[in-house]
């Protein structure tokens, strides 16, 4: 079951088989994390409560997915939707920042802090980003989502999408030199 398309397992799920859900959860459920905690959500309870939401809406609403939609589109939405509903429930006041993850270790105690360093402006850089730049550059870069099912994410186009990730990336760049350079 394991080697099933997301599609297959939630039309399984659709039909009362369990344990497909358990398969999609278990696929889903730290991507629509650090999907959330990284473009909407800089608090991890918050975001676990918004990735707990998702889950329970997909149970609630899994005979409103159709079989032939890509189920990574369906499913982003979901969470995006969420997000964006609670953002709008607290008027503004939310902050973005990414999630701080663990950089791995070396032994070489230098290159560590160097490391350090450069995600931690990187993350910065991530953070200052305007919310679609963030969350274009966020689906595909990290959670590595195509072209065409951000667009169905976001409710766009393709193209607009490609060139929405292109200007995020430039706008990292922008903000990135001025570390590189020694500037700050």
Known sequence: MENLKDEELMEMFCNGNTHA???????YKNRIFRFI???????????????????IR???????????MRFPTWIYTVAR????NRIRARAGLLHFELLDNDM???????????????YEIIRKAVS????????????RELDEISYEDIAGIIGSNEGNIRTLFHRAKKELQKIIKPYIEGEK
């Open 104 to 118: 791995p270790d070396k032994s070489d105690s230098s290159g560590k802090v160097v490391r350090q360093e450069l």
């Open 37 to 55: 905690s990284n473009t909407y959500e800089k608090d991890r309870n918050s975001a676990e409560d918004c990735v707990q939401e998702v889950f």
């Open 128 to 139: 200052e980003l305007p919310e679609k730049l963030k969350a274009v550059f966020i689906m």
């Open 81 to 84: 939707n969420i997000c964006l």
């Open 21 to 27: 859900f358990h398969l999609i959860y278990d696929r």
């Open 58 to 68: 997909l149970i609630k609403n899994k005979n409103t997915f159709n079989v032939s």
